[in-house]
């Protein structure tokens, strides 16, 4: 695997997964929603110039993007029709939070549903379920694991299993980290 493309990587997961894709050694291309408020945008920029200092890593407009990908993800819930004509050598998937009551939304693609998370983003008071959670980076290996393993899956709907590697102390730790480097002013008014 040397390319990815991540559609609306401008949620929390779409960056861990950028970052964990990078980690593996691919080439990633990102694309954001173009309706934002002038917080979201902010927040964006900021955590785009961290990504930004990777050779592996732009951010484009699908029209300038490449014919064909290894993998593609579709995190955005907007439709658009940019989407239209992509390819991907490995699978295109969306990827949802939650399994969707409607059945209208199949899409012409595979969803894949995420399980629960924390990370970087959540606020003390939301982890203290923790063991029904599981920490974010484990969540982007353990897709794009199984993303680069599949070989055109059939299934419409796949509910992602993750196994958990991360223990509370790691995870505490790497937060904090994370933090360090690239506190935002979303960081500080969670404070």
């Given at each position: 695997m040397e390319?990815?493309?991540i559609i609306g990587a401008d949620e929390f997961f779409g960056l861990a997964l950028c970052e964990y894709m990078m980690k593996e050694g691919m080439h990633v291309d990102i694309t954001c929603p173009h309706h934002q408020t002038k917080e979201q945008k902010m927040l964006l920029e900021e955590r785009m110039m961290w990504l930004g200092r990777n050779d592996l890593f732009r951010v484009i407009d699908l029209q300038d993007g490449k014919d064909t990908y290894d993998l593609i993800f579709i995190q955005s819930e907007e439709p658009d029709k940019r989407q239209e004509g992509l390819k991907a050598a490995h699978g295109i998937y969306r990827v949802l939070y939650e399994k969707t009551k409607d059945k209208s939304s199949n899409q012409n693609v595979p969803v894949v549903i995420l399980p629960r998370m924390f990370g970087p983003w959540t606020i003390d008071k939301e982890r203290t379920k923790r063991e029904e959670a599981f920490f974010v980076e484990d969540v982007a290996r353990d897709l794009f694991n199984w993303a680069s393993g599949a070989e055109q899956r059939q299934e419409i709907t796949h509910e992602l299993k993750v196994?958990?590697?991360?223990?509370?102390?790691?995870?505490?730790?790497?937060?904090?980290?994370?933090?360090?480097?690239?506190?935002?002013?979303?960081?500080?008014?969670q404070e």
């Open positions: 390319t990815g493309l196994e958990r590697q991360t223990d509370d102390k790691q995870a505490e730790e790497m937060i904090a980290e994370w933090k360090r480097q690239n506190s935002t002013f979303f960081d500080k008014k």
